[in-house]
Every structure is written in structure tokens, then in C-alpha cells.
């Protein structure tokens, strides 16, 4: 079964339409990289795909569940990590593991063994105690990822999570990506690093809310007769009519 | 949804302000916000110079409510003094002040009253007048208002003026009641605003509205807490005013926290609409205190409702302060019983379910 189905979805906010008739589909334990300039409309797509936010039109199914009436249902099934950091700055490391866990309906025990393995591969044993708000940001992602996966979901959709992180730590959080992907979740990640781009198993690119080239990093070198992923994203965005945010 | 319990106790700071804040209010604020009023400035004319009026003069200034500011020589020059605002009275006696008052039995006073600060004026004037009438209670008063317009009728004193006496404890007992109400007004109105529209800013609120949690397990789970810290504010306030001002509740204790459980459930139920509008925590906060101001002014904390017009008073029975002030004072002062106050405990209930059903239908976790 496909984990993401899109058909035709926009979003129109106004005479604006900020995604324009988008149709791919994403397979199971995929990673899927959603590339598109500022403003090109890859976090309101995102957002649709969440159930944050409805469609003007089109379908979509997540995790096999409908966009536009089955919200709560992809809700449970999906992991969400979104460019702001989203824990809780306040709560101690364990706190939050507990907290999502808990929202996310995993039982307590699971809490208590999943979250004392969490720690000891993140190697945050010393941490696991403190404050969130005293981690540095490299390590704060890598949390947010583990917390986003942790309720096991078949999907979980990353936005920007690289973003500001120090080349060492983006390699290896693309590690705990490639594990979670082993695992079978699917990882749909939105990123401007075309390095990163490289590593997943198909792109997308977004020019102006619509999806403009979506294939394997490989094949879209060879369509686009470049050896390097910032050459194809640079044909296809600089084509892009609304300017940058 | 018990973790949501720890949001609140994770910030060490909000805690401790929310604790001890209204702790220092409830004793300091009634010092200052009663109506009590002390250092009435009086300016004297005294164109008898007997022993009598000394006395007279003597025991005004003993009394504790006024100042003497001054003998200025006529009376022109005490209203002068007046219009410069050193003195807020000037109180003329008459040349044969004595001798009419032994030999006639009457004697009228003239009294001047500034009234740009009325409270102080009518106040101080009728504290003066009462301890005239106490001083013989065959003097005859002539009050005026300085504009001449609301020449009060010459007063004809008897004692009554007696109980105005020892105001002092009538408005503590009467405010610290009050206090108590507003200050637990604020905590359930502005922090619960507050602390969901910060999350809006921060924006773990996406994060939240990403998961499966339902819109009624994150408002309770954001009522809760809050509402039992409101609890425990509500406790420390009755104990500070037990221990600071000896008041101790006339009525049940257990009906009082029957009424503040209701008040805090619709108190937060608006704060929690707040949150649902505001974006940020600054709209938040103008909102919340747009609505602090009108329930202040309208709820009869500082002004009696029965001299606000009548669409002053309907607006005020759609507050939930004023119900939940008279109830308080009822209980505290009066000890009304849970029969009588039925009425108010179903407005406060309506409110309590109108406005938690208002947030719950306008918080959207999707656009």
C-alpha cells in the first residue's frame, strides 16, 4: 500500500494558490525529499498532509486515511517534526519523551523501555534529567526526531530538521533517518540541502506550488545532464515567477 | 492527560508568581484602596478666639482624620487656600461663637468643601460634621460647596453621624473580599490565556495539534491544573485574610468553594476563548485586560451598582465578577447559606458552561 497519495490537491488562500494541483505518490518506508524554493509551497503541502490544515481541492490519502475527513485518524498514524523546535523547553528531557508518548496513547511501560533506550542510543544518559532548553541544537533535533518516531508511525513527516545543525550532526541524523526507514516508516523530509537531497530515494521539486520534477536523484541529474543536485534545483527554481520570502 | 499537569509546575517563575503575588496584594491593596479618608485637610477661619472654640479646634485635630493646615485670617483666604489645594475644608466660626451657644442654645458653623476630589470632600466634610455634632449637638452646620451649586441643607445635627465614626473596619471588611475575588480573577483570565497563546508563539500548539489528542483532553488538560492552582490561590487568600485581617467567613466554608470552583471553571472558560483569538501574547493580553477593566469598574468592587444607570447594572449582571463579589461578601460578611445564593450559582454555572463551550468550538486544530 502507498503510504501518501496525492491527486490534484490546492490549497488557495485567496486568489492565491499557494499549492497548485499537486499529484505524486509516496510508497511505504520510502524517504521522499520534498525540495522547492521559499514560498514555493512545500510547508502549506505539508501541512495539508498533517491534517493541520484543509484543502481547496483535490484528494489525498495519508497513511490510507482521507485528508479532509479523516484528520484525527492520520494524526495517529504519522510523526511530525516541524522547523520550529517543538518540545518543551521547560520539561526535562524525559518529561517530554513522556509527554508525546503519552498524547500519542503508548502505553507506560513502552514509555518507560522505549524511552531508556532512546536515551542510551542518543548516548543523552547524563541529560536525560535536564532541561530540554540547555541541549545544544544539534542535539535538540536529534530528540525532536527520536520523539517524533516514537509512537512508531507509519509515517513521519520531517520540516527543514537540519536546519542551523553543523555538517557532523545533519550526517549523522541522516543516519537515524536511514534506521528509521529500515524500520519501515516512511520518512517524507523537506530540506534545502542538496547534499541531504542526495541521500534520499526520490525527490520532488516545487516551483510555484506546483511539483515540477519528481524522480530519483539520479535520474533527475541525467534529465536535467548535470552531475550535481544544486544544478538541477537551480534550472528548475530560478524559473519560479513569486519571489522568495 | 496527567502530564499535562507538569506544564504548570515546570515553570518555577509563573508558580511562584502566581502564589505569592496574590499573597503581597491581599496585604498590601486594602491599605490603599479603601475608601477611608484620612488626612483631611482643614483650614480654620476663627473669628471668636474663645476658650470654646479652641476646644472645638482642639478636638478636630484630635480626632485622627484631620490636619490642621492653617488660620488664615478671613474666610476669602481660606477659600484661596482651597483653590491652591492646601486646604480640602475651611470651616468658619463665628465671631460669638460661645456666647450664642450659651446663651441662645444654637450656632450655626460655616463649612467649605472642595470638591474636585468628592470622595475626600463629602467624606471629610461628613466626618467634620460629625464631630461637631459630637462636640454639641446644638450646632448648626452650614455646609457649601464651593461652585455654590449644591448647597447641602443646613444640617440640623443630631448624633446620628456616630456610626461614620470608626469606618476603618466597615471598608476592610468589605474590600478584602473583594481583592480576593479579582486577584483569582486574574489568575484563571490572564494565565490560562496566556500560557496556550506562548505555546501558540513558541509553536509547540502545532506540535499539539499535529497529534491525536482530542480538543476536549487538551482544554481540560489546560483547565485542570490551572484551576487547581486557582483552588489553592483562593485557600492562601482565606488564610491571609484570616490570619492579617481576622475575617473569617460568617457562612459555610464549603459553599464558598462551591461558588469559587464554579467562578474558576468560567473564569478560565474565558481565558481559554482569549487564547482562541489572540495570536500573540501581547493581543492576549490586551484582550484580557480590556475585560479586567469592565468587570473591575461594572462588578461593584469599587462603586455600588445600585448607583451605576440602568444600562450600567444589566451590563453588570452579565459579568461574572459581579456575582461571584456579591457572593463572597455575602458569605464572608453575612453568612448566607447555599439557599440563598441559588440564583448566583446558576449564573455562574451559565457562565462556566458558556464559555467553556465557546473556547472548545473555536479552537480549531486544523485550518
Given at each position: 500500500?502507498?503510504?501518501?497519495?496525492?491527486?490534484?490537491?490546492?490549497?488557495?488562500?485567496?486568489?492565491?494558490?499557494?499549492?497548485?494541483?499537486?499529484?505524486?505518490?509516496?510508497?511505504?518506508?520510502?524517504?521522499?525529499?520534498?525540495?522547492?524554493?521559499?514560498?514555493?509551497?512545500?510547508?502549506?503541502?505539508?501541512?495539508?498532509?498533517?491534517?493541520?490544515?484543509?484543502?481547496?481541492?483535490?484528494?489525498?490519502?495519508?497513511?490510507?486515511?482521507?485528508?479532509?475527513?479523516?484528520?484525527?485518524?492520520?494524526?495517529?498514524?504519522?510523526g511530525?517534526m516541524s522547523q520550529k523546535f517543538s518540545l518543551y523547553d521547560n520539561l526535562t528531557l524525559l518529561e517530554n519523551i513522556e509527554f508525546y508518548g503519552?498524547?500519542?496513547?503508548?502505553?507506560?511501560?513502552?514509555?518507560?523501555?522505549r524511552s531508556r533506550e532512546l536515551v542510551s542510543t542518543l548516548g543523552l544518559e547524563k541529560e536525560a534529567g535536564k532541561l530540554v532548553a540547555g541541549l545544544p541544537l544539534g542535539w535538540k533535533q536529534k530528540l525532536a526526531f527520536s520523539v517524533a518516531i516514537f509512537?512508531?508511525?507509519?509515517?513521519v513527516?520531517l520540516d527543514e530538521p537540519t536546519g542551523g545543525v553543523d555538517p557532523v550532526t545533519r550526517r549523522q541524523f541522516w543516519d537515524m533517518i536511514y534506521e528509521a526507514?529500515?524500520?519501515?516508516?516512511?520518512?517524507?523530509?523537506?530540506?534545502?540541502y542538496?547534499?541531504e537531497?542526495?541521500?534520499?530515494?526520490?525527490?520532488?521539486?516545487?516551483?510555484?506550488?506546483?511539483?515540477?520534477?519528481?524522480?530519483?536523484?539520479?535520474?533527475?541529474?541525467?534529465?536535467?545532464?548535470?552531475?550535481?543536485?544544486?544544478?538541477?534545483?537551480?534550472?528548475?527554481?530560478?524559473?519560479?515567477?513569486?519571489?522568495?520570502? | 492527560?496527567?502530564?499535562?499537569?507538569?506544564?504548570?509546575?515546570?515553570?518555577?517563575?509563573?508558580?511562584?508568581?502566581?502564589?505569592?503575588?496574590?499573597?503581597?496584594?491581599?496585604?498590601?491593596?486594602?491599605?490603599?484602596?479603601?475608601?477611608?479618608?484620612?488626612?483631611?485637610?482643614?483650614?480654620?477661619?476663627?473669628?471668636?478666639?474663645?476658650?470654646?472654640?479652641?476646644?472645638?479646634?482642639?478636638?478636630?485635630?484630635?480626632?485622627?482624620?484631620?490636619?490642621?493646615?492653617?488660620?488664615?485670617?478671613?474666610?476669602?483666604?481660606?477659600?484661596?487656600?482651597?483653590?491652591?489645594?492646601?486646604?480640602?475644608?475651611?470651616?468658619?466660626?463665628?465671631?460669638?461663637?460661645?456666647?450664642?451657644?450659651?446663651?441662645?442654645?444654637?450656632?450655626?458653623?460655616?463649612?467649605?468643601?472642595?470638591?474636585?476630589?468628592?470622595?475626600?470632600?463629602?467624606?471629610?466634610?461628613?466626618?467634620?460634621?460629625?464631630?461637631?455634632?459630637?462636640?454639641?449637638?446644638?450646632?448648626?452646620?452650614?455646609?457649601?460647596?464651593?461652585?455654590?451649586?449644591?448647597?447641602?441643607?443646613?444640617?440640623?445635627?443630631?448624633?446620628?453621624?456616630?456610626?461614620?465614626?470608626?469606618?476603618?473596619?466597615?471598608?476592610?471588611?468589605?474590600?478584602?473580599?473583594?481583592?480576593?475575588?479579582?486577584?483569582?480573577?486574574?489568575?484563571?483570565?490572564?494565565?490560562?490565556?496566556?500560557?496556550?497563546?506562548?505555546?501558540?508563539?513558541i509553536g509547540t500548539?502545532?506540535q499539539?495539534?499535529?497529534?491525536?489528542?482530542?480538543?476536549?483532553?487538551?482544554?481540560?488538560?489546560?483547565?485542570?491544573?490551572?484551576?487547581?492552582?486557582?483552588?489553592?490561590?483562593?485557600?492562601?487568600?482565606?488564610?491571609?485574610?484570616?490570619?492579617?485581617?481576622?475575617?473569617?467567613?460568617?457562612?459555610?466554608?464549603?459553599?464558598?468553594?462551591?461558588?469559587?470552583?464554579?467562578?474558576?471553571?468560567?473564569?478560565?472558560?474565558?481565558?481559554?476563548?482569549?487564547?482562541?483569538?489572540?495570536?500573540?501574547?501581547?493581543?492576549?493580553?490586551?484582550?484580557?485586560?480590556?475585560?479586567?477593566?469592565?468587570?473591575?469598574?461594572?462588578?461593584?468592587?469599587?462603586?455600588?451598582?445600585?448607583?451605576?444607570?440602568?444600562?450600567?447594572?444589566?451590563?453588570?449582571?452579565?459579568?461574572?465578577?459581579?456575582?461571584?463579589?456579591?457572593?463572597?461578601?455575602?458569605?464572608?460578611?453575612?453568612?448566607?447559606?447555599?439557599?440563598?445564593?441559588?440564583?448566583?450559582?446558576?449564573?455562574?454555572?451559565?457562565?462556566?458552561?458558556?464559555?467553556?463551550?465557546?473556547?472548545?468550538?473555536?479552537?480549531?486544530?486544523?485550518?
Amino acid at each position: 500500500m502507498k503510504a501518501i497519495i496525492c491527486k490534484g490537491l490546492t490549497k488557495q488562500f485567496g486568489d492565491f494558490k499557494a499549492v497548485d494541483s499537486i499529484s505524486f505518490d509516496v510508497e511505504q518506508g520510502e524517504i521522499f525529499g520534498f525540495l522547492g524554493a521559499n514560498g514555493a509551497g512545500k510547508t502549506t503541502a505539508m501541512r495539508i498532509l498533517c491534517g493541520l490544515s484543509y484543502p481547496t481541492a483535490g484528494e489525498a490519502t495519508v497513511a490510507g486515511f482521507d485528508v479532509y475527513r479523516q484528520q484525527e485518524k492520520i494524526k495517529k498514524n504519522i510523526g511530525y517534526m516541524s522547523q520550529k523546535f517543538s518540545l518543551y523547553d521547560n520539561l526535562t528531557l524525559l518529561e517530554n519523551i513522556e509527554f508525546y508518548g503519552g498524547v500519542y496513547g503508548v502505553s507506560r511501560a513502552d514509555i518507560r523501555t522505549r524511552s531508556r533506550e532512546l536515551v542510551s542510543t542518543l548516548g543523552l544518559e547524563k541529560e536525560a534529567g535536564k532541561l530540554v532548553a540547555g541541549l545544544p541544537l544539534g542535539w535538540k533535533q536529534k530528540l525532536a526526531f527520536s520523539v517524533a518516531i516514537f509512537h512508531r508511525p507509519r509515517i513521519v513527516f520531517l520540516d527543514e530538521p537540519t536546519g542551523g545543525v553543523d555538517p557532523v550532526t545533519r550526517r549523522q541524523f541522516w543516519d537515524m533517518i536511514y534506521e528509521a526507514a529500515a524500520a519501515g516508516i516512511t520518512v517524507f523530509v523537506t530540506t534545502h540541502y542538496m547534499d541531504e537531497a542526495e541521500y534520499c530515494n526520490r525527490i520532488s521539486v516545487m516551483v510555484d506550488g506546483r511539483v515540477e520534477a519528481l524522480d530519483t536523484p539520479a535520474r533527475l541529474k541525467q534529465q536535467f545532464s548535470t552531475d550535481s543536485m544544486d544544478e538541477v534545483f537551480y534550472q528548475l527554481a530560478r524559473g519560479a515567477k513569486r519571489s522568495a520570502d | 492527560m496527567q502530564k499535562e499537569f507538569r506544564q504548570i509546575f515546570r515553570d518555577k517563575t509563573i508558580l511562584a508568581m502566581m502564589l505569592v503575588a496574590p499573597t503581597m496584594q491581599l496585604i498590601i491593596l486594602p491599605f490603599a484602596a479603601n475608601f477611608e479618608v484620612k488626612n483631611v485637610n482643614v483650614a480654620y477661619v476663627d473669628h471668636d478666639h474663645s476658650s470654646y472654640s479652641r476646644k472645638l479646634l482642639h478636638k478636630i485635630g484630635a480626632s485622627g482624620y484631620f490636619r490642621m493646615v492653617g488660620d488664615p485670617r478671613s474666610y476669602k483666604e481660606g477659600l484661596e487656600m482651597i483653590e491652591y489645594g492646601k486646604a480640602d475644608l475651611v470651616l468658619e466660626i463665628p465671631a460669638g461663637f460661645e456666647k450664642n451657644l450659651v446663651r441662645e442654645g444654637s450656632q450655626k458653623v460655616n463649612l467649605s468643601v472642595d470638591a474636585i476630589n468628592g470622595t475626600k470632600a463629602s467624606l471629610g466634610g461628613a466626618y467634620l460634621v460629625s464631630v461637631l455634632a459630637n462636640f454639641n449637638s446644638n450646632l448648626d452646620v452650614n455646609v457649601k460647596l464651593p461652585d455654590g451649586k449644591a448647597v447641602a441643607p443646613a444640617a440640623k445635627i443630631t448624633v446620628a453621624g456616630i456610626n461614620w465614626y470608626n469606618p476603618r473596619a466597615e471598608y476592610k471588611y468589605y474590600m478584602v473580599p473583594g481583592i480576593l475575588v479579582l486577584l483569582l480573577t486574574m489568575i484563571g483570565g490572564f494565565i490560562t490565556a496566556l500560557n496556550i497563546v506562548r505555546e501558540k508563539e513558541i509553536g509547540t500548539i502545532e506540535q499539539i495539534n499535529v497529534t491525536p489528542i482530542q480538543k476536549w483532553q487538551f482544554i481540560l488538560g489546560k483547565l485542570i491544573p490551572f484551576w487547581i492552582v486557582g483552588m489553592i490561590v483562593f485557600t492562601i487568600g482565606l488564610t491571609v485574610m484570616y490570619l492579617v485581617y481576622g475575617i473569617f467567613p460568617k457562612g459555610n466554608l464549603a459553599v464558598l468553594y462551591l461558588f469559587a470552583a464554579v467562578y474558576l471553571v468560567a473564569l478560565l472558560g474565558l481565558g481559554l476563548l482569549i487564547s482562541t483569538f489572540a495570536e500573540t501574547q501581547l493581543q492576549a493580553m490586551f484582550i484580557a485586560f480590556f475585560f479586567m477593566m469592565v468587570f473591575m469598574l461594572m462588578s461593584g468592587f469599587f462603586t455600588s451598582i445600585d448607583s451605576m444607570p440602568d444600562w450600567a447594572r444589566a451590563m453588570s449582571g452579565f459579568t461574572p465578577v459581579t456575582h461571584f463579589i456579591k457572593v463572597v461578601r455575602l458569605i464572608v460578611l453575612k453568612g448566607s447559606g447555599l439557599a440563598d445564593l441559588k440564583t448566583e450559582l446558576g449564573y455562574l454555572a451559565l457562565f462556566a458552561v458558556a464559555l467553556n463551550g465557546l473556547a472548545i468550538f473555536n479552537y480549531r486544530k486544523t485550518t
